[in-house]
T-cell receptor
Framework: KAGVTQTPRYLIKTRGQQVTLSCSPISGHRSVSWYQQTPGQGLQFLFEYFSETQRNKGNFPGRFSGRQFSNSRSEMNVSTLELGDSALYLC?????????????FGAGSRLTVL | AQRVTQPEKLLSVFKGAPVELKCNYSYSGSPELFWYVQYSRQRLQLLLRHISRESIKGFTADLNKGETSFHLKKPFAQEEDSAMYYCALRGGSARQLTFGSGTQLTVLP
């Protein structure tokens, strides 16, 4: 079965622009989580969505937002980009009903802000 | 608040030697602990979780609540074990995983 798919894989933006990243979870998975990975801060939780509702949010400014669609696909948006937003953004899905809550990660979207 | 500490940023061992990657956590309740691994140019993937009490690729990890540790061990390291290893915790009603900073393991020939 197909894994977690993230698009685009790489993108370059300039300060002040905004960006939208997309994540398609594993078929049947209804929970999608987003993480930011940087060399300095490591993996930090951004937010989690389940059935189109944000269930949890990490400690990021309001410039970071997300949503989930009825087909469980999720997008995250970062507005007014700053140099420090350069990172690998990872999406992970899980099958909540299983109770195992094991996250399966995508390959990530690498964002470079110039 | 929950916190995960991996004290070693880099760890090198020779092939065939035992390896232990340390993980300590801070959480007042009963946590779920995980080890994730990221091989070169591959995506982050689950290695093992404490509730399964299983051995994956020869690795084991035991949750020690007294020492609040979840160290990852393998008796005989292989070159293909070279990767970045992350310890992660999920506690109580918190749904997100809190990751440690990771340990880059290099197994030398």
């Amino acid at each position: 079965k197909a894994g977690v798919t993230q698009t685009p894989r790489y993108l370059i933006k300039t300060r002040g622009q905004q960006v939208t990243l997309s994540c398609s979870p594993i078929s049947g998975h209804r929970s999608v989580s987003w993480y930011q990975q940087t060399p300095g801060q490591g993996l930090q939780f951004l937010f989690e969505y389940f059935s189109e509702t944000q269930r949890n949010k990490g400690n990021f400014p309001g410039r970071f937002s997300g949503r989930q669609f009825s087909n469980s696909r999720s997008e995250m948006n970062v507005s007014t980009l700053e140099l420090g937003d350069s990172a690998l953004y990872l999406c992970a899905s899980s099958h909540q009903a299983s109770g195992a809550n094991v996250l399966t990660f995508g390959a990530g979207s690498r964002l470079t802000v110039l | 608040a929950q916190r995960v500490t991996q004290p070693e940023k880099l760890l090198s061992v020779f092939k065939g030697a035992p390896v232990e990657l340390k993980c300590n956590y801070s959480y007042s309740g009963s946590p779920e602990l995980f080890w994730y691994v990221q091989y070169s140019r591959q995506r982050l993937q689950l290695l093992l979780r404490h509730i399964s009490r299983e051995s994956i690729k020869g690795f084991t990890a035991d949750l020690n609540k007294g020492e609040t540790s979840f160290h990852l061990k393998k008796p005989f390291a292989q070159e293909e074990d070279s990767a970045m290893y992350y310890c992660a915790l999920r506690g109580g009603s918190a749904r997100q995983l809190t990751f440690g900073s990771g340990t880059q393991l290099t197994v030398l020939p």
